[in-house]
């Protein structure tokens, strides 16, 4: 056995990330969520609701007030804190992990290692992020007082355990997998951004993490868009009579009734705008996280 794993101070160093990850969480959903509601409602909305991300923030505006934005806020205020600890500590477990298996040799994890590190990462929180997903869409499709289902994140917890136990809740575990599948795009891109940053500019490390951070979930967001909008239509189907059994059907319908090719992006606008700001500052909370700990 290595030095390595009986240092305790070693070992720590591999899980302190899922610490370093509930700053990114926090952060990503205190900037991002006006953005994001408005992304769900144009995904998901019936067609002739909204004419487009303007028209949807003016009505949401107009009928629910500034609080509008922030419907479902709660459920992924907890559930990013989680969500981020996992994918992000995951992450760095088992970039460490890779490093130490295949690559020891190696001073920083070649570019195929950190791809499967990204994989594994997305496949690890996805079994925490549909549950949370899948509750804050549903509140944030809640227009007014007539779609109005659920009190809150609990009540909608309560009220679909009580339905069908889990079975709802994990109905978007394969379409959760499959869109953060495509954080090979996310954390490569990342990567690659930093060390250009590193190498050709004199930019701060903050700065770096902040324009690599935006950056690259720019990159990760135009690859997995369409996949995201069959993960929420899924996610927000009828309870009691699912119109999707298969994510096949959920696939033609967003082409045969949302406008072909256009449908899958819907709400493809605000999540741009969301992007930048909202994981160029959680990376950036996160790696000053790992740095204030003592971890590279």
């Not at 144009?42 to 629910?64: D, H, I, W, Y």
């Not at 690599?212 to 967001?221: K, Q, R």
Request: proline share 5%; aromatic share 14%.
């Amino acid at each position: 056995m290595s030095q390595d794993h009986l240092d305790p101070e070693k070992r720590e160093s591999k899980y302190i990330g899922f610490v370093a990850g509930c700053f990114s969480g926090i952060t990503k959903n205190f900037v991002g969520h006006p953005f994001d509601t408005v992304k769900v409602r144009l995904q998901t909305a019936e067609p002739g609701r909204f004419s487009g991300p303007l028209n949807c923030c003016v009505m949401t505006l107009k009928n629910e007030g500034l609080f509008g934005f922030f419907k479902g806020a709660l459920a992924p205020m907890y559930g990013w804190l989680i969500m981020d600890s996992v994918m992000l500590g995951s992450l760095h477990l088992y970039k460490q992990l890779i490093k130490d298996r295949f690559y020891p040799e190696e001073k920083k994890l070649p570019m195929p290692g950190l791809l499967v590190a990204a994989v594994g990462s997305g496949w690890t929180v996805s079994f925490v992020a549909a549950p949370v997903e899948t509750i804050k869409a549903r509140l944030q499709i809640q227009y007014d007082a007539k779609s109005k289902v659920f009190d809150g994140p609990t009540d909608c917890l309560i009220k679909l355990l009580r339905y069908d136990g889990l079975k709802t809740l994990y109905r978007g575990l394969i379409p959760t997998m499959i869109f953060r599948t495509n954080f090979v795009f996310w954390w490569g891109s990342y990567d690659l951004i930093t060390d250009a940053l590193d190498r050709y500019t004199t930019l701060s490390k903050p700065a770096v993490n902040f324009w690599a951070g935006g950056l690259g979930a720019s990159v990760f967001w135009t690859f997995a868009y369409p996949a995201d909008v069959i993960k929420q239509t899924i996610m927000t189907d009828n309870v009691a009579k699912p119109r999707f059994r298969t994510y096949s059907q959920a696939v033609r319908y967003i082409y045969t009734e949302r406008g072909g090719m256009k449908g899958f992006f819907r709400g493809y606008i605000p999540t741009m705008l969301r992007s930048f700001p909202a994981n160029a500052s959680a990376l950036a909370a996160f790696e000053f996280a790992m740095r204030l700990m003592h971890v590279h």
